[in-house]
């Protein structure tokens, strides 16, 4: 029986935006968040919603699944986007913000909220007399897993991910360096510094990374490892070309010095406001500090970097959602439970908070007796809900996902028409299909 309120655990992307959206439909919300009285092995502050990976929430372009994620989220009202917006540093065609600013913002919207009361404490236990929401992420600790796999009957999920190193801006050698976004599609004042390297540098650099000494007992199996989020010294392991098509790829940038696209580019995206720190794009590791300040200082213009994060990588956990979960997040053998963020299979910042939005407006129905409301497919919040209920063919393995277009319904695609246009017609038909959900909620 349900006590009438809300109970939230984990105060991440998705638990905050729960706890905004259930109480700002007029529930009382309890949101639990155990840091800083119990540290994770990632997390540096005790602030909501911190960002520990890359302070990138992505595209802003229609045309791509995650802006028009965000687009959905704002028209919604999502807290994540409204606080993100508010805390934008140069990110090129990407939405980038200064992490601790946007942390900022989000606990103190939450701290301020007269519905929400936030405790700190560390929940070992699912709690059985009230409507909950599970937001603990990837790293949940190790006594709730127990609790919430004696219920699931499963056994744990997990994948690996990793963290990119983040060098202060005033290490960054201007002669060795140039600033431009990709394709010049930037903002008037180019977001990102572009590291050149030519074909010499690269292979020394390339040879280096193979050789190089991992943080991390390589116990795992490659289906282990997240593919949007692979360590670096693991692309240079698929061969030599492997970097110059990912992370290093060299298209839709000209070198103003010598007016020839380089051979290879490390770009380093802003992490503040301040311009004071950059991040090495793509370059999640599982590398030792030791072999980090090594192998990355062999890109000229990082000879001399002063690191203020040292990439890292960790093991992260999930459930297997097929089956146990419908596509409004809501537990199929516990109505009043629900589950959002990384810990369904959705992956990303955006996709996170998108399935904390669902868990908290659907609480809030089902708490009213009312029930759970599930997203039109054709949007890009129905299509995670899809994914994260609904088995893959031919029994493969459930895994994380990032939103794409492909995860949504097909539309016809007229001969002739472009990718771009046909993007756009997808993006227009999800647009208007969340119309029918704003109708609904009001």
Excluded at 22 to 42: Q, S
Excluded at 140 to 149: C, D, H, N, Q
Excluded at 196 to 217: I, M, N, R
Aim: glycine share 8%; net charge negative.
């Amino acid at each position: 029986m349900s006590t009438g309120e809300i109970t939230i655990i984990g105060g991440g992307l998705a638990g905050s935006e729960a706890a905004w959206q259930a109480a700002e439909r007029g529930a009382h919300v309890t949101l639990h968040e155990m840091r800083p009285v119990v540290p994770t092995a990632v997390h540096k502050t005790g602030l909501l919603a911190e960002l520990v990976c890359s302070n990138s929430l992505k595209s802003r372009s229609l045309q791509r699944a995650g802006g028009l994620l965000k687009e959905e989220l704002r028209r919604l009202g999502s807290l994540i986007m409204r606080c993100a917006d508010e805390s934008e540093v140069p990110g090129g065609q990407a939405l980038a913000v200064d992490r601790d600013l946007f942390a900022g913002k989000v606990t103190a919207a939450i701290e301020q909220h007269p519905n929400i009361s936030l405790v700190r404490e560390e929940v070992t236990e699912l709690p059985a007399d009230r409507i909950t929401i599970v937001a603990t992420g990837p790293l949940t600790s190790e006594r709730l897993v127990r609790s919430i796999f004696a219920l699931t009957g499963e056994d744990c999920l997990f994948f690996y991910d990793a963290l990119s190193p983040i060098v202060a801006a005033d290490s960054i050698d201007p002669e060795h360096s140039f600033k431009a976004d990709r394709w010049d599609k930037g903002d008037d004042e180019p977001a990102y510094i572009n590291c050149p390297l030519t074909e010499e540098q690269y292979d020394a650099f390339y040879a280096a990374l193979l050789e190089g000494e991992s943080a991390v007992k390589h116990d795992f199996e490659p289906d282990e490892l997240f593919e949007g989020c692979l360590p670096v010294e693991v692309i240079a392991a698929r061969g030599r070309q492997a970097l110059l098509f990912g992370p290093m790829r060299p298209v839709g940038l000209t070198d103003p010095r010598t007016g020839r696209r380089p051979f290879a580019v490390l770009q380093l995206r802003p992490e503040n406001a301040e311009l004071t720190m950059y991040n090495l794009v793509g370059f999640q590791t599982s590398l030792k500090p030791s072999s980090q300040e090594r192998i990355f200082r062999l890109i000229p213009a990082l000879h001399d970097a002063e690191f203020c994060r040292y990439g890292m990588m960790h093991r992260n956990t999930y459930i297997h959602s097929p089956g146990f979960l419908n596509a409004g997040f809501q537990c199929l053998r516990r109505p009043d439970l629900f589950f959002a963020g990384q810990l369904t299979g959705v992956e990303g910042y955006n996709e996170s908070t998108a399935s904390g939005l669902v868990c908290g407006i659907n609480a809030v129905r089902v708490l009213r007796g009312r029930d759970p409301l599930i997203f039109p497919r054709e949007t890009v919040i129905g299509s995670l809900g899809h994914h994260v209920s609904t088995p893959p063919l031919g029994g493969k393995r459930f895994e994380p996902m990032n939103a794409n277009f492909g995860m949504m319904p097909p539309l016809d695609r007229p001969r002739g028409m472009n990718k771009r246009d046909h993007k756009q017609r997808l993006a227009e038909r999800a647009l208007a299909a969340l119309e029918t959900v704003q109708s609904i909620l009001g």
